[in-house]
């Protein structure tokens, strides 16, 4: 069965960094666009930013400059890069393909002010 790990999620202070990644099954990973998204406490789960399997990104306007998306075909992971966070990042983050699979656990962010 197709599994989305999540990992590298924490508690970390405004204007600091964090690594997220998610490592798929090959059967989805490599000819699919991967998306990370979020989820706050109350909102809907929203698109953060995606990479397609040739590696074109873009992003969500709220991340623009501070996130990049990234993935290792070889390793089957797709990652995002999260520089200068701000309170408003905290969320649980999830990845998935597209088309969509079975959501993994995601991974939680905490930013503190």
């Known amino acids: 069965q197709v599994q989305l790990v999540e990992s590298g999620g924490g508690l970390v202070q405004a204007g600091g960094s964090l690594r997220l990644s998610c490592a798929a099954s090959g059967t989805i990973f490599n000819f699919n666009t991967m998306v990370w998204y979020r989820q706050a406490p109350g909102k809907q789960r929203e698109v953060v930013a995606g990479i397609s399997s040739l590696g074109s990104t873009n992003y969500a306007d709220s991340v623009k400059g501070r996130f990049t998306i990234y993935r290792e075909n070889a390793r089957n992971t797709v990652y995002l890069q999260m520089n200068s966070l701000k309170p408003e990042d905290t969320a649980v983050y999830y990845c998935?393909?597209?088309?969509?699979?079975?959501w993994g656990q995601g991974t939680q962010v905490t930013v503190s002010s």
């Open positions: 998935n393909a597209v088309p969509p699979t079975k």
